[in-house]
């Protein structure tokens, strides 16, 4: 005696097998899909819409974008600040500062 599952089995084989049109529907029901590439996101932001984003003050945005190591870009004449890049920067001056407090 058969189980359940199996028999299951042993009919969707033979449908499969008798059946292209089953078959056409059920590769439809189980394909995956592979997952898309993630594409790297590029935000540039102007220095006063990110110290916005940030919730700093104007002055103190200028100030650390002056800093050669802040991650900015230069289109034309106006310097962008590359969020992402800006994020880690500040995740990486919090560490060495909590480092330093708690030394």
């Given at each position: 005696?058969?189980?359940?599952?199996?028999?299951?089995?042993?009919?969707?084989?033979?449908?499969?097998?008798?059946?292209?049109a089953?078959?056409?529907?059920?590769?439809?029901?189980?394909?995956?899909?592979?997952?898309?590439?993630?594409?790297?996101?590029?935000?540039?932001?102007?220095?006063?819409?990110?110290?916005?984003?940030?919730q700093?003050?104007?002055?103190?945005?200028?100030?650390?974008?002056?800093?050669?190591?802040?991650?900015?870009?230069?289109?034309?004449?106006?310097?962008?600040?590359?969020?992402?890049?800006?994020?880690?920067?500040?995740?990486?001056?919090?560490?060495?500062?909590?480092?330093?407090?708690?030394?």
């Amino acid at each position: 005696m058969s189980t359940l599952g199996e028999s299951l089995v042993e009919i969707v084989v033979s449908e499969l097998e008798q059946n292209p049109a089953f078959r056409e529907r059920l590769k439809k029901a189980l394909a995956v899909e592979p997952a898309p590439e993630p594409k790297p996101e590029f935000i540039y932001l102007p220095i006063v819409a990110w110290a916005k984003h940030v919730q700093i003050g104007r002055s103190k945005a200028f100030e650390l974008a002056k800093d050669p190591t802040f991650p900015t870009v230069m289109s034309g004449r106006a310097r962008r600040v590359d969020v992402r890049a800006a994020e880690q920067w500040m995740r990486e001056r919090f560490a060495q500062a909590n480092a330093r407090r708690s030394a």
